[in-house]
C-alpha cells in the first residue's frame, strides 16, 4: 500500500503580543509540536512559501508587526506535470562538478518548459547531459530541475544549475538572499546620464499591459540595479553599460533601463519606438539587434558544498560582439573648408569623380531656395515676397544685396539658412554611414561651429595663393573683386581658417595638382579611418579579460562579507535556541 505525501499549509494570525518577533522564530513556535523545526521552516521561507499578508517574503529575519496574517507550505510533493525529458543539444559548460555546474545559455533557448514553450528547452539539454538530475533520481522539480534562477528566451550568458535537491535548496537561498553577485552587460541606446548610478524602483505587472513589467511605485517589488557606462559609440548612438543587479525581478535590468530613457537595443517591448526606429536605419546597423542585447556576463557565489567563492564570466556571444564591433565603424567625416574662391568646388569635384560620396553646403542652398523649398518658405514667411521670385523661389540677387547692406538682415537669414543646411548635411553622413570616408564642403564649417559640435571628424582647407584667389581664379566665377570683398568679410580670415585644419591642400599650380590634392586628402583620411578602426578592434580584445578581472575582485570582496555576515546571524541564531540538534539543522 502507497501512502500519498501531502501538500500542507498553515496559517496564522500575529498577536500583539509578537509585534518584534522574527518571522522564521514564529514559525518555529507554532510548528514545534508538528515535529517541524526552525531550520526546517527558515528553509520553506527562502524557498518563497511564506506571505506575509498576501505577499511573498524569503528572509526569516522578517520583523513581524502584530495583526498580520501569515501562511507557511511545506511546498507538498513533486507536481504531477509531464516530467522534462532528455533532448540532445549542446550545452556550454563553463563549471562542472558532483553539486552543481555553470553553463552558458546561448539567446534563443528558453530556460525550462512552460506554457508556450514547450521546448526544446536548456532543461532537456541538461537532463541528456548529466541524466542524474532526473527528477526520480535527484528529488528536484519533475519539470525545472536543477534551475535556481533563470534568463529571459533572448538574454545570454551564465546560469547555475543544482545537480541534486539539497545543492537546489542551498542555491536557492542564496539567490533569495542576495548572497550571489549577478553582472549583465547590455548595450542600450544613446548614452545614460549620469555615467554611473543606481535604479531603486519598484517593478511590478504593468497597469495595462499585463504580459509586461514596469517601474510601479504603489504595489511593485523592491528592484535596485547598479549601472556603469563602459563606452559610448560615436556620437552618443549606443552604449556598453554594465549592470549589477540586486534583485532578480522579470525583466529587471530591460525595465530600468528604459526607465533611464535607455532601453536595450533590440528591446522591441520596452523600447518600441527606438527599436523601430533602429530597424530603419539605412546602414548595417539596422539588422545587428535581432534580440534584446543583453549578456549575463559575470556570475558569483560561494560553493554550496565547500563554500568557497566560485567567481565565473563569459564572454559576450558573437551577434553582441559584432553589434559593438560596428558601431565604431561610421564614416569619417571630413569637412572641406578655405576662402571664397580658392578652389574647394572643384576639390570637392575630383573627389566626387574618384568615387567619394560627396556632400555641397552650395547645392544645398540651392534646393533649399526653390520654389517650395524649406529656405523659401520660411524666408517668405518672415519677409513676405521681399526677396522672393513669381515662382516663389528665393531671388538671389536681391537676397545678396540687402545682405551686403545689412548686417542684422545677414545674421538673420544666416540663422534661418544655415541650420537647415547642417540639418542636411547630417543626414547624408547618415545615409552614408557604411563608407569609410564622407566629404562636405561647407564654406562656413568653421565659423558655424561644426568642428567643435562633433559634425566632422576632420578638417582640410584649401590654400590658395591671394593673387591667384582674387585674379584668375576670381574671373573664372564672373565675381567682382567687392563682391569677393564682401564675402571674405563674412568669413574667418585664411590664417585663422588654416591654423584649426588637420590637413592643407595647396591650389597653387593648376587641376592637375589640384587633383592630386584630392587623391592626397583621400590617403590621409582613410589612414585616420583605419587607425581608428583597429584601435576598437585592439580595445574589444582585450575588453572582456580586463573587464571580467575587475568585476572578480569586487565580488571576492563582497562574497568574503557575505560569508561573515551569515556567519554572524548564524551565531545569533545558535545563543537564541536551546537545541542543539535544530541549530545544526539550519
Keep these: 500500500m502507497s501512502i500519498k505525501a501531502e501538500k500542507r499549509s498553515w496559517e496564522r494570525v500575529v498577536a500583539p503580543s509578537d509585534r518584534g518577533l522574527r518571522l522564521d522564530r514564529f514559525w518555529a513556535r507554532e510548528l514545534a509540536d508538528e515535529g517541524v523545526s526552525r531550520g526546517r521552516a527558515k528553509e520553506w521561507i527562502e524557498a518563497g512559501l511564506a506571505l506575509v499578508d498576501g505577499e511573498a517574503v524569503i528572509r526569516g529575519k522578517h520583523v513581524l508587526s502584530g495583526g498580520e496574517t501569515l501562511r507557511l507550505g511545506d511546498g507538498g510533493p513533486p507536481a504531477a506535470d509531464a516530467e522534462a525529458r532528455a533532448v540532445p543539444g549542446e550545452v556550454a559548460v563553463v563549471f562542472e562538478d558532483e553539486h552543481l555546474a555553470v553553463v552558458d545559455k546561448r539567446a534563443g533557448l528558453t530556460t525550462h518548459p512552460a506554457p508556450g514553450e514547450p521546448g526544446p528547452t536548456l532543461v532537456n539539454h541538461l537532463l541528456h547531459r548529466w541524466p542524474d538530475m532526473a527528477a526520480g533520481l535527484s528529488g528536484m522539480d519533475r519539470q525545472r530541475p536543477g534551475i535556481v534562477h533563470r534568463l529571459d528566451k533572448d538574454t545570454s550568458g551564465l546560469i547555475a544549475v543544482a545537480r541534486s535537491e539539497a545543492v537546489r535548496l542551498r542555491l536557492a537561498a542564496d539567490f533569495a538572499l542576495r548572497r550571489v553577485c549577478k553582472t549583465y552587460l547590455a548595450i542600450v541606446h544613446g548614452r545614460p546620464d ?76 520596452y523600447g518600441p519606438r527606438e527599436n523601430a526606429q533602429w530597424t530603419r536605419r539605412p546602414d548595417i546597423l539596422a539588422g545587428l539587434a535581432p534580440r ?69 553646403a552650395d547645392e544645398a542652398v540651392g534646393w533649399l531656395y526653390e520654389p517650395g523649398g524649406d529656405g523659401a518658405t520660411m524666408l517668405g514667411q518672415r519677409y513676405g515676397s521681399a526677396y522672393l521670385r513669381g515662382d516663389g523661389g528665393v531671388d538671389r ?5 540687402a545682405m ?75 565675381l567682382d573683386a567687392e563682391t569677393l570683398a564682401v564675402f571674405d568679410s563674412w ?69 568574503a562579507l557575505m560569508a ?15 537545541d542543539p540538534d535544530e541549530a545544526d539543522d539550519q
Design 292 to 360: 534584446q542585447m543583453l549578456h549575463a556576463f559575470h556570475l558569483g557565489l560561494r560553493h554550496p558544498a565547500t563554500g568557497e567563492p566560485l567567481i565565473l564570466w563569459r564572454e559576450p556571444p558573437e551577434d553582441f560582439r559584432s553589434l559593438l564591433a560596428a558601431l565604431p565603424r561610421e564614416c569619417l567625416r571630413v569637412g572641406i573648408v578655405g576662402m571664397p574662391g580658392s578652389g574647394k568646388s572643384a576639390l570637392l569635384g575630383f573627389l566626387c569623380r574618384q568615387g567619394h560620396a560627396c556632400f555641397s
Design 397 to 401: 540677387p536681391a537676397l545678396l544685396a
Design 491 to 559: 568669413q574667418w580670415p585664411e590664417a585663422d581658417k588654416l591654423a584649426v585644419c588637420d590637413v592643407i591642400l595647396d591650389n597653387d599650380d593648376g587641376l592637375d595638382r589640384l587633383e592630386a590634392e584630392a587623391a592626397r586628402l583621400h590617403g590621409a583620411a582613410l589612414a585616420r579611418y583605419e587607425e581608428r578602426t583597429a584601435a576598437t578592434r585592439s580595445w574589444l580584445v582585450g575588453l572582456w579579460p580586463e573587464l571580467a578581472a575587475n568585476m572578480d575582485r569586487e565580488a571576492a570582496g563582497e562574497l
Design 194 to 269: 549620469p555615467a554611473r548610478g543606481t535604479v531603486d524602483a519598484p517593478i511590478g505587472r504593468h497597469p495595462t499591459h499585463k504580459t509586461r513589467m514596469a517601474v510601479t511605485p504603489r504595489g511593485g517589488r523592491e528592484a535596485r540595479s547598479d549601472y556603469r557606462v563602459l563606452w559610448t559609440g560615436p556620437r552618443g548612438l549606443a552604449s556598453l553599460v554594465a549592470v549589477r543587479i540586486h534583485t532578480g525581478r522579470t525583466h529587471q535590468i530591460r525595465v530600468h533601463m528604459a526607465h533611464l530613457g535607455h532601453p536595450l537595443l533590440g528591446d522591441a517591448v
Design 404 to 478: 551686403r547692406n545689412s548686417e542684422g538682415l545677414r545674421r538673420e537669414v544666416m540663422d534661418m539658412i544655415h541650420p537647415m543646411v547642417r540639418h542636411r548635411c547630417e543626414e547624408f553622413f547618415r545615409a552614408h554611414r557604411d563608407a569609410s570616408v564622407v566629404y562636405a564642403e561647407v564654406p562656413l564649417l568653421l565659423e558655424g561651429g561644426w568642428h567643435t559640435d562633433g559634425v566632422v571628424d576632420m578638417v582640410a582647407g584649401v590654400r590658395c595663393p591671394e593673387a591667384l584667389r582674387t585674379g584668375a581664379l576670381r574671373l573664372a566665377r564672373g
Design 564 to 578: 561573515e555576515r551569515e556567519e554572524a546571524d548564524e551565531t545569533q541564531d545558535e545563543a537564541w535556541t536551546s
